[in-house]
């Protein structure tokens, strides 16, 4: 599977757009970018994933450089319940295990 | 999203005793569900895919004999820590594929102390 890059942290201001990135330089044209978030000591929760195309829902947007090498997370207007670990995960298309990296620990602050 | 459950959420046993938790798709059928293992300070890491009706496949240096899985139904796999010791403490987590989204759906996470 391709490999993901993360930066470990990050500090986003309560109210503001945060912007998480990620690097996945060998990913291949059969493989999706999800998103998930922990909350210390619960499960992950899922976020978004895409392919190549930009995507949006109820909680992040999801921006996909056009040569497929890198992503973004954002997430619109930060609050304190943002304070996680993101895990940008690159997945096979037939192969549905997922591969958790370090991630980045994102600390909202007021 | 879709919800995942685990239960127990905690339990504490004695060396030597066995443990099972079990993980259920409430919405959903789920015809693959994974387990993970987190340490603590440490990412997930994947021990093994649980498949309705089949045998579970299993990470290498995960020991199957140990950690038995069964998923008789395609809402519900357990997760059995056979002859617990110290260092199988750890916190379980579960996941059940969606298929209709392509997506896992994970649940709480159950802590697992072995005095």
């Known amino acids: 599977d391709a490999k993901t890059t993360q930066p470990p942290s990050m500090d986003c201001a309560e109210g503001r757009a945060a912007n998480l990135p990620c690097n996945h330089s060998?990913?291949?044209?059969?493989?999706?970018v999800y998103w998930y978030r922990q909350i210390h000591s619960q499960g992950p929760q899922y976020i978004i994933h895409?392919?190549?195309n930009n995507e949006t829902n109820e909680m992040a947007s999801l921006i996909i450089t056009e040569d497929r090498k890198s992503s973004t997370l954002i997430l619109p207007h930060a609050t304190l319940r943002d304070t996680a670990v993101y895990y940008c995960?690159?997945?096979?298309?037939?192969?549905?295990?997922?591969?958790f990296g370090a991630g980045t620990t994102v600390t909202v602050r007021a | 999203g879709a919800v995942v459950s685990q239960h127990p959420s905690r339990v504490i046993c004695k060396s030597g005793t066995s443990v099972k938790i079990e993980c259920r798709s409430l919405?959903?059928?789920?015809?693959?569900m994974f387990w993970y293992r987190q340490f603590p300070k440490q990412s997930l890491m994947l021990m093994a895919t649980s498949n309705e009706g089949s045998k579970a496949t299993y990470e290498q240096g995960v020991e199957k004999d140990k950690f038995l899985i069964n998923h008789a139904s395609l809402t519900l796999s357990t997760l059995t820590v056979t002859s617990a010791h110290p260092e199988d403490s750890s916190f379980y987590i579960c996941?059940?594929?969606?298929?209709?989204?392509?997506?896992?759906?994970f649940g709480p996470g159950t802590r697992l102390t072995v005095l």
């Open positions: 995960i690159v997945r096979v298309r037939n192969d549905y295990k997922l591969s």
């Open positions: 919405d959903f059928q789920a015809t693959t």
């Open positions: 996941s059940a594929r969606d298929p209709l989204w392509d997506t896992q759906y």
């Open positions: 895409g392919l190549k």
């Open positions: 060998t990913i291949s044209g059969n493989e999706y």
